[in-house]
Every structure is written in structure tokens, then in C-alpha cells.
Nanobody, 119 residues
Framework: QVQLVESGGGLVQAGGSLRLSCVASGRTIAMYNMGWFRQPPGKEREFVAS????????YYVDSVKGRFTISRDNAMNTVYLQMNSLKPEDTAVYYC????????????WGQGTQVTVSS
């Protein structure tokens, strides 16, 4: 069983940056493709980004390409999401997840971290 704990969310002005972290415990995630999903207010949860277990392939939803960067440190059992040039429409609860298959979530979810972008 894998436990995921996200951190790094908060309130930021449009154009600002945040870095989310997801620390895994219980077992190693080194062989899992991992990802980030988000749920905006009143909307369904959606795929944001994923990274292959080896770190050599990354995928993004079109709306965040060029602004967000997903990365991982397998030695630290941690996945990151660097978010730059934030927009009000990025406001959502962000969730870490794995193992991700294409843009589909796996069984393991964190509790989520709130990101609020003010205009």
C-alpha cells in the first residue's frame, strides 16, 4: 500500500509560481508512472501531468504546457509539480496519483492540496 502526501499549495497572484511536492510512503514508487490531477471548483477531476517511472518521458494537458513542469526524485520517493505563470483558471485542489496509465489515474491518491490563483 502506498500513502501519498501533497504539500506546497496556497494563495498566489496571477503570474506567480508554486511548487507542489508529493511524498510517498509505505513502499517505493520508483517503478510507478506518477501524475498530478486537479479538481477545479464545481468541476470534475482532470489530468494535469504525468511522468514515466524513469523520468525520461513527461506528459501535460494542453492548458499547462510551457508553464508547468513535473519531475521526480526516486531516491526521495517524491514527485514535484513546478507551476509558473499561474492563471486564475488554475485554481483547484491538486492531487498526486499513481500508478498512472496514459492520462488515467491509478489506485493511489493523496489528500490534495489547494491552489488558489487570484486575478
Amino acid at each position: 500500500q502506498v500513502q501519498l502526501v501533497e504539500s506546497g499549495g496556497g494563495l498566489v497572484q496571477a503570474g506567480g509560481s508554486l511548487r507542489l511536492s508529493c511524498v510517498a510512503s509505505g513502499r517505493t514508487i520508483a517503478m510507478y508512472n506518477m501524475g498530478w490531477f486537479r479538481q477545479p471548483p464545481g468541476k470534475e477531476r482532470e489530468f494535469v501531468a504525468s511522468i514515466r517511472w524513469s523520468g525520461d518521458r513527461v506528459y501535460y494537458v494542453d492548458s499547462v504546457k510551457g508553464r508547468f513542469t513535473i519531475s521526480r526524485d526516486n531516491a526521495m520517493n517524491t514527485v514535484y509539480l513546478q507551476m509558473n505563470s499561474l492563471k486564475p483558471e488554475d485554481t483547484a485542489v491538486y492531487y498526486c496519483n499513481g500508478p498512472v496509465v496514459n492520462d488515467k489515474p491509478g489506485d493511489y491518491w493523496g489528500q490534495g492540496t489547494q491552489v488558489t490563483v487570484s486575478s
